[in-house]
């Protein structure tokens, strides 16, 4: 066996699902930045020699990042709809899969799979250069609201407020100065650029050293992308808007950590084996994070390709993915031996939601 890819491909391939269900999630990351760099390393080293910005204007720059191709297509269908002509949109294609010609008005480029806070950090910086607001939104969460622009816009306006966020993060809060604050997150946040960037000349990496109160009874220790620059601007007396879960109801759906699954979509070949890495799992495997965000993620997938069938008129080739009525055995199975009052009810509403919205 020779080099670094056949060995990743032959440690996640031989993995059972039953016993490394925990450990096959990071082979099989590595395994997909090799491959897709074949598509997209040349278009990154390209656009690094030039870093095209957007010319300069009054609209917001929107942001956003894709793995999964037909996720990209119900994505930008609803930025469409809902936005119009009333935002820039780039589009970081991670995958190397997307054709440019299916998202007209946006701006795709082809870039390698670094970090979220990387590529975030990257638009930011240089690509949203010439605009105010620099809005990044993550894939699998969709605007559903043509006035979305509008509290952007006059949330941005108001003195001193350097951001605002439609999906805050609900685990952990900052405690700063007496003061309880829930972090803005990346899900789907816009940025007053003149105060993250050219100002404070923040990053949204992350980084160690956590110390805030956990909402889960146990530290979070880290900080994830934004959070660090999060606590800063509070720290400094800036003001980081937050919508309400009313709110937020009212302009975006969406799902959750969707990578780990695609990763699995990406390696099985058959629904069969898909299917085999949830099945036969004891009780309490499923009380634990992985199982439950996977098959959640699956869950969300197989919404999404619903939607894509309803916008393209036939599937996306997802040769792996199982029927609904394979994913809803499994569900039954399972859902009963989930803890902490979690169930997959969550996942059902968001894909209500986003199906009235296409």
């Known amino acids: 066996m020779g080099g670094p890819m056949s060995l990743i491909f032959y440690y996640s391939s031989t993995l059972t699902p039953m016993t ?18 074949r598509r997209t390393l040349l278009p990154t ?22 793995i999964l191709p037909p996720m990209m297509t ?6 469409k709809k809902y936005l119009g002509d009333r935002v820039d ?49 993550d894939d699998d969460i ?34 700063i100065d007496g003061q309880q604050y829930w972090p803005s997150s990346s899900y789907c946040i816009a940025y007053n650029r003149e105060i993250l960037i050219d ?26 992308t934004g959070d660090k620059a999060n606590e800063i601007l509070l720290r400094k007396g800036y003001r980081c808007a937050i919508l309400s879960k009313e709110e937020e109801a009212k302009f975006i759906t969406g799902f959750s950590g969707m990578s780990g699954t695609v990763m699995l979509l990406r390696h099985f070949k058959t629904p069969e084996g898909t299917l085999n890495f949830f099945r036969n799992h004891p009780p309490e495997h499923w009380q634990g ?31 792996s993915l199982p029927s609904q009525k394979q994913l809803d055995e499994i569900r039954r199975a399972h859902e009963g031996h989930l803890e902490g009052g979690r169930s997959f009810q969550w996942i059902d509403e968001a894909a209500e939601q986003l199906k009235l919205a296409l």
């Not at 490394?20 to 760099?37: E, N």
């Not at 030039?50 to 956003?64: E, H, M, N, Q, V």
């Not at 098959?295 to 599937?315: D, H, N, R, V």
């Open 289 to 319: 994070n992985i199982l439950y965000g996977t098959f959640s993620a699956l869950l969300a997938i197989s919404c999404i390709q619903e939607c894509y069938t309803k916008l393209k008129g036939k599937p996306y080739p997802l040769p």
């Open 142 to 175: 969709f605007i559903i609201n043509s006035k979305a622009v509008d509290l952007v816009e006059h949330e941005l306006s108001a003195p001193n407020t350097a951001s605002v966020s439609f999906r805050p993060r609900m685990w952990w809060h900052f405690d």
């Open 20 to 37: 490394d269900h925990r450990r096959i999630l990071p082979g099989l990351f590595k395994k997909f930045s090799i491959t897709s760099a």
């Open 89 to 137: 949109v780039t589009i970081f294609d991670c995958s190397g899969e997307l054709d440019p010609a299916e998202f007209p008005g946006a701006r795709v480029q082809k870039f390698l799979n670094f970090y979220a806070a990387t590529k975030s950090d990257e638009f930011l910086n240089h690509i949203a250069k010439n605009r105010r607001i620099g809005w990044i939104c």
């Open 45 to 66: 080293l390209k656009y690094y020699l030039t870093r095209p910005a957007l010319s300069p204007g009054d609209k917001p720059a929107l942001f956003t990042m894709n």
């Open 74 to 79: 119900v994505w930008h269908h609803c930025v």
């Open 199 to 224: 100002k404070e000349r923040l990053s949204l990496r992350p980084a160690g050293g956590n110390n805030h109160p956990s909402e889960i009874g146990k530290l979070v220790r880290r900080y994830d």
